[in-house]
């Protein structure tokens, strides 16, 4: 890691919380849409956890108890999801678990604005989205167009810290220089690849990650740190042997899945930078 300040930053580095995830893998449930359920899944298999796809309201519940961590992410959303999402996260609470949010296109229509504003009032532990999804929470303009982002992530920061406080979350914004707040500390993140956002579902993948990090990390700003790092070394390294978004996406799986704990740490370029603007 490049920043000699973040010792004061991260209780945790990236390293010390991938060792314990393939130590032990953590059960993830996973609450995604249709386009992400067997990619998302993948990912996980490949960094070392062990994601599990269970979203009926029947049971949803009940699994959150046994899960490390649950992840919830409206892409496809209809009634009978967000019912499963609402018992999820009941569980999830009850058992002391975290849970992520991931706002997939929250600024597109109105039952996403409605079920989004419902969402953040449950107090996710993190939110994950793209700058123009985060712009849309923080209440500012948001350029998005559908699931995918058109916004800067720069742009998207002063509203990412002011996310951060009002709902208490931490909050990331990614795209070419991910962003990480939780009103009080902040990093930027530099790595993966502009093929990234050319294969859909990486980001609700990433918000499933961050998941497996945050089942077992002491503080979520850190899990939240530790798997974007892991997806922009991931990336990186996939990006080198690359010749289109077809080709990088064996090569990304297979990156996360060979990036060892040192090499996470060696590898991951990290900033911490003010979380309050001068
Ligand atoms: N232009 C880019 N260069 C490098 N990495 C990127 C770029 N755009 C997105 N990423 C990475 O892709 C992943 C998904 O982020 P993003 O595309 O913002 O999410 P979403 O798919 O939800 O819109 C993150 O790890 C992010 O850092
Ligand atoms: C294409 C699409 N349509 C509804 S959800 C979805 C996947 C979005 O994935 P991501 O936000 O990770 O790009
Ligand atoms: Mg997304």
Redesign the pocket.
Known sequence: MTDRSLPVVLCQTPATLLRTLRAEPPLVQCITNYVAMNIAANVLLAAGASPAMVWDAEEAGDFAAIAGALTVNIGTLSGPFVDGMRAAIRGAEGAGRPWVL?P?ACQATALRRRVTAELVALEPTIIR???S?IRALAGEASRGQG???RDSVTVAEDGARRLAVDSGAVVAV???V?YVTDGRRAVR?E????F??MNT????S?TCLCGAYAASAEEAFDATVGA?AH??VA?RRAHAGATGPGSFAPRFLDALHAVTPEELDAEAVIHATRAVPA
């Open positions: 991931d997939v989205g793209n700058a999804e699931v995918d982002g990614t795209g070419e991910d993140i790595g993966g690849s502009p990234m956002p579902a990486l980001g609700c990433l974007l997806f922009a990336g």
